[in-house]
């Protein structure tokens, strides 16, 4: 249902709300897409997934880590031979020098662990925000938003966030003013539920809004389906 009227900041808070428990009644246990058996997993695959599905890193990393488990093992990897794993994904041969960088950088700075905050995190080579964010919420259960393009699109399509319009979205921005309507034990479940959601429903091209859960509330319902 298109909006006709300015839509105050308490209506926006309330029917964030009520659209979030909407998706939480659809997609009652939301789980990330990658597998990962521990943090470092985790770290790498997420990395790993830039610009590329989940499922298609889940289709290397069994070998990866079969070759490769730990960070010190990683850290002596030759790169060609990382590369050679992993060449079905997206802009293989960085994400390789990545991974082996990563793991040098475990082991030299964190005694092979995977550290626990955002600052560390995104010190590491190849690791940004978002990366940082799946870590933090999934690996050690801390706040976490990651913002991929799935999030980017539904909160605007949702009108979640005020800079809508913008066609050059901030995911740091994004992350700083959806955060605010949810407590932080909640984020990475938002984020999930949104990629979730995204990747379901309202998808980049033609959503199903017809069958759209959130088509009597949805700012945006039927502009995208022409």
Known sequence: MLMTARETAAQRRARIATEYEILCHEIPDPKPGLNFRNEFELLIATM?????????????????FALFPTPQAMARANVAVVSEIIHTIGFY???AQHAVEISAALVANFSGQVPSTMEELVALPGVGR?????????????????????????????????????TKPDPVHIEHEVTQYFE????????????????????????KCEVCPLRESCPSYGLYTA
Do not use: M, Y
């Open 48 to 64: 790993l997934s830039a610009q590329t599905t989940d499922a298609r890193v889940n289709t290397v990393t069994p070998e990866l």
């Open 93 to 95: 041969r960085v994400k």
């Open 130 to 166: 978002k990366t940082a964010n799946v870590v933090l919420g999934h690996a050690f259960n801390a706040p976490g938003f990651p913002v991929d393009t799935h999030v980017i699109r539904l909160t605007k399509r949702l009108r979640w966030r005020t800079d809508w319009r913008t």
């Open 184 to 207: 932080p034990s909640e984020w990475k479940n938002v984020s999930d539920r949104l990629i979730l959601f995204g990747r379901s429903t309202c998808t980049a091209r033609k959503p």
